[in-house]
């Protein structure tokens, strides 16, 4: 199961754009890269995923070079809303009920 | 579509005693994941269940706590002694894959159960 490595917290500005790199240097050739939000009091919740190249949705977008040994989450324009905790996990199809390990994440605070 | 249901949200009870927690996963999701969730830490899976089988039950402390699903949907959680250690939130997903976190594989959480011990 791949081990994955993100800082423990960031801050930064409303309006400015956070990027959050997560290390997975033993990322199997059938594993995805899933990025969960969790704000206080609430359960996580699906944010983007993704294999290879870039990924893009409504909410964030996903960078993942081309030795997938790490992604960056980009979040532009960040918001006072967008303080919570963000996860970076792992996991591949193949890997049968093999489970999700979530880490301690990354504390994003989100200032005026 | 409805969420993920738990319920109680809280609960406070006294070391020793035992306590149970309901989820009711999203409908025609095939995998149900028990999860607790100590302060200032990430989820840690205590069980996962494939339909009505569990497939995972490796970091449940088995001398304690239960769990079942029956007939594949609603599942409870039991504590039966409750310790001190054991305060955390306690977090109810599903998914509609079998959970190994490719396409397919999102985990739907409920809003949890913040379980005080005193």
């Known amino acids: 199961l791949a081990k994955t490595t993100q800082p423990i917290s960031m801050d930064s500005y409303e309006g400015q754009e956070v990027n959050i790199t997560c290390s997975h240097n033993n990322i199997a050739t059938n594993d995805y890269i899933t990025w969960y939000q969790q704000f206080p009091s609430q359960g996580p919740r699906f944010i983007i995923q993704?294999?290879?190249t870039k990924v893009t949705n409504e909410v964030a977008s996903l960078f993942i070079p081309a030795d997938r040994k790490s992604s960056t989450l980009s979040l532009p324009r960040v918001s006072l809303s967008d303080t919570a905790v963000y996860y970076c996990?792992?996991?591949?199809?193949?890997?049968?009920?093999?489970?999700?390990?979530f880490g301690t994440g990354t504390r994003l605070l989100v200032s005026p | 579509e409805a969420g993920v249901a738990q319920s109680p949200r809280y609960k406070i009870i006294e070391k020793r005693q035992s306590v149970a927690f309901w989820c009711n996963p999203i409908s025609g999701h095939a995998t149900l994941y028990w999860y607790q969730q100590i302060l200032g830490q990430g989820p840690k899976l205590l069980i996962q269940f494939q339909n009505n089988g569990v497939v995972d039950d490796s970091q449940l402390p088995k001398d304690r706590f239960s769990a079942e699903r029956l007939k594949g949907v609603d599942s409870t959680l039991k504590i039966q002694p409750a310790k001190l250690e054991d305060s955390a939130v306690y977090l109810c997903?599903?998914?509609?894959?079998?959970?190994?976190?490719?396409?397919?594989?999102?985990?739907?959480f409920g809003p949890g159960t913040r379980l005080t011990v005193l």
């Open positions: 996990l792992v996991g591949g199809p193949n890997t049968g009920f093999q489970k999700l390990v």
């Open positions: 993704g294999y290879k």
């Open positions: 997903a599903s998914s509609l894959g079998g959970g190994a976190g490719g396409p397919g594989d999102t985990q739907y």
